[in-house]
Every structure is written in structure tokens, then in C-alpha cells.
């Protein structure tokens, strides 16, 4: 499915942004896409590409629409939409990660990774998130970045997850204001549509919540844990 050829419509139904604005998109090169005649064709691992940093770019506002225009697309309730807690266990969190630079923090996520046992290629992870951060920093401010492929790849794990790792001591992380960062997110998906969504819905969590300050007071991954739980709940409340 990642190398199929989408028309107009199917893109835009894809990424759930309107039509005429993913046409005018298109039509000022904003967007990799192909012309044939009149038509525009967009390659679908290239559009999920694009749209994982446009979601990054997103106001909060942007993002409550975003979720609004999901949800409608695929007829979900979203005040019942528990996204993180469905595909993050206590297990995948580690509070106390020894990492003093990117390649390190980037090295021992994949490893997390490998540890669930739902990764099948742990050296193909870690080239795509390498490259990832090569065309761009998943560092998104305050103190959070949300790593994931370069390139969505259903096979590349079994089921999908989630690994949070908070480290020990900031990492520059290549974040556009300068600062530091200590919260990690990995996002491992099977579907594309939920690999989307889970982005959207962590970066309105970071942007919209207390989260982070939550996740840096907590002691242990357990509360880490019920800090995401009451922090997702709340967020949910306000859409």
C-alpha cells in the first residue's frame, strides 16, 4: 500500500485535509505530487511523508481541527478515543535513559523497540529514523520529540506501540529554538491512518496539556503511565 498512486480525491480523503486546498497545494509545488494532463498523482509513501510534518507544524487550533476532520472520516466518537493508552503498556516507558547526544538517544529508542518484540528489523528502524532526523529535527520545543520512520512501512513491526523514554540529563536534539530535550516518543505503527493520528494526537497532548511537566515530576514509569491516562482524558474532555 505505501508505493500506490493516489488520485486527488483519495489523497486528500487520506490525509483528511480538503480537496480544493490539497489541489492548490499541488498546484504551487507545495506538495510532491505528478502531473498527468490535468489530473493530479501523489505517491502514497511520499504524501504520509509530507503530511507527518505538516501535522508537526500544526497550532494547537489547527490540531483540534485536524482531530475534528479525523474523526468524522472514520466515523469515530473522539470524546471515547483513547488512542495512546490502546497501544502503550507500562513496559515500553523508561523514566531513566542513559543518553548524553541524538545518535544515542536514537540508538537506545530502537533498541526499546526491539525489546517489545514487535520489531522486525531493528537495523531498517534505525536508518529510517536516522534519516528522518536528517531532512529535520522530530524535536517539536519544550523539551519533546516524537521520532518515527522517514517513510511509513506496515511490516516493519508486528503490532504497533509506542516507547516513551524520558533521559536523565537534556539532549540537543536539534530543536529550531535551541533547547533541549528529555521526552521521547516513538511511534511504531502498522496502519498508516492510526500512525497519523497518533502523531496528531500527541503533539495536541504536548501543545494543550501539562503533560510534560507531569512526565518530568513523575518517579517511576507506572506514574508516567497515569500521568499520559489522566493528561489524555483530559484532552479528550475539552474537544
Known amino acids: 500500500m505505501s508505493h500506490q498512486i493516489l488520485t486527488l480525491s483519495k489523497a486528500a ?10 489541489y492548490h497545494l499541488a498546484l504551487q509545488h507545495e506538495i510532491p505530487c505528478e502531473k498527468r494532463g490535468e489530473q493530479y498523482f501523489f ?16 497550532s494547537p487550533q489547527q490540531l483540534q481541527q485536524h482531530h475534528k476532520d479525523v474523526a468524522s472520516a472514520n466515523s469515530m466518537n473522539l470524546n471515547n478515543d483513547y488512542l495512546i493508552e490502546s497501544i502503550l503498556n507500562i513496559e515500553q516507558i523508561h523514566p531513566y535513559m542513559e ?15 526491539a525489546a517489545t518484540d514487535m520489531l522486525n528489523d531493528e537495523e531498517y528502524l534505525l536508518a529510517e529514523l536516522t534519516a528522518r532526523e536528517e531532512i529535520g529535527s522530530t524535536a517539536i520545543g519544550d523539551g519533546a520529540a ?12 508486528t503490532d504497533s506501540f509506542i516507547i516513551l523514554a524520558r533521559t536523565v540529563q537534556p539532549v540537543f536534539f536539534g530543536c529550531q529554538d535551541g533547547g533541549k530535550t528529555d521526552i521521547f516518543f516513538l511511534i511504531c ?7 497519523l493520528h497518533i502523531l496528531a ?5 504536548i501543545h494543550r496539556t501539562g503533560l510534560l511537566q507531569s512526565l518530568r ?5 507506572d ?17
Open 13 to 22: 480523503r487520506h490525509i483528511c485535509i480538503p480537496e480544493k486546498q490539497l
Open 43 to 58: 505517491k502514497h509513501r511520499e504524501l504520509d511523508e509530507w503530511a507527518q510534518r505538516r501535522i508537526m507544524k500544526l
Open 99 to 113: 543518553a548524553k547526544t541524538k545518535p544515542a538517544v536514537i540508538h537506545k529508542m530502537v533498541k526499546a523497540a
Open 146 to 157: 516524537l521520532l518515527h520512520n522517514r517513510y511509513f512501512d506496515p511490516y516493519t513491526f
Open 189 to 195: 505503527c502498522t496502519n498508516d491512518d492510526l500512525h
Open 201 to 205: 494526537r500527541l503533539c495536541m497532548l
Open 217 to 221: 515530576d513523575a518517579e517511576s514509569a
Open 223 to 239: 506514574e508516567m503511565y497515569q500521568e499520559l491516562h489522566t493528561a489524555e482524558c483530559e484532552l479528550l474532555k475539552s474537544l
